[in-house]
């Protein structure tokens, strides 16, 4: 297994165990958010759908899903506890999204030359010493939403599913 292998394991996991979260909420459960200032599931699903087809592009993909320009501005970290949180259209199309740009950056990834990898990081990620780590952080990035949509599913009163 290459190292290119591996980094597209970590997406490949982190993106069946999102599915997991997510597969079986209905839009109005996409839509809850679980306490006053966290962020709903429509917002973590637009979010890493908005990440990954910004990483996939950073790499030079083309062929990436439209996103709509005001979904996209609403769906960025802000730092800040969470307003209402609506608008964010079909929960369906949201997850269109995430697995388009995932599989395409997926295909970015197994590409990437060995010294690409070893190479400084074209984005600025902490705790990232090269671009390797750096695509590895995006595929904990997803690790890390994934808990929250477990917040929200437990608040939604369904069992775990891991």
Do not use: C
């Amino acid at each position: 297994m290459t190292p290119n292998d591996m980094l597209a394991a970590g997406y490949r996991m982190a993106a069946a165990l999102f599915h997991r979260m997510v597969d079986d909420l209905t839009p109005e459960e996409f839509n809850r958010q679980p306490v006053p200032g966290a962020n709903s599931a429509a917002w973590v699903v637009g979010h890493l759908a908005l990440v990954l087809r910004n990483s996939a592009r950073r790499m030079g993909t083309a062929d990436l899903p439209d996103m709509p320009e005001d979904v996209a501005a609403t769906l960025k970290a802000t730092r800040q506890p969470a307003g209402e949180q609506t608008g964010y259209g079909d929960p369906k199309a949201l997850l269109a999204v995430f697995d388009a740009s995932l599989e395409r950056l997926i295909a970015a990834i197994r590409e990437l030359p060995a010294d690409a990898l070893t190479a400084t990081s074209d984005v600025p990620i902490p705790l990232a010493t090269n671009r390797a780590e750096a695509i590895q952080f995006g595929a904990l990035h997803i690790a890390l939403h994934t808990g929250q949509l477990s917040t929200i599913r437990r608040s939604l009163g369904k069992p775990p599913v891991v």
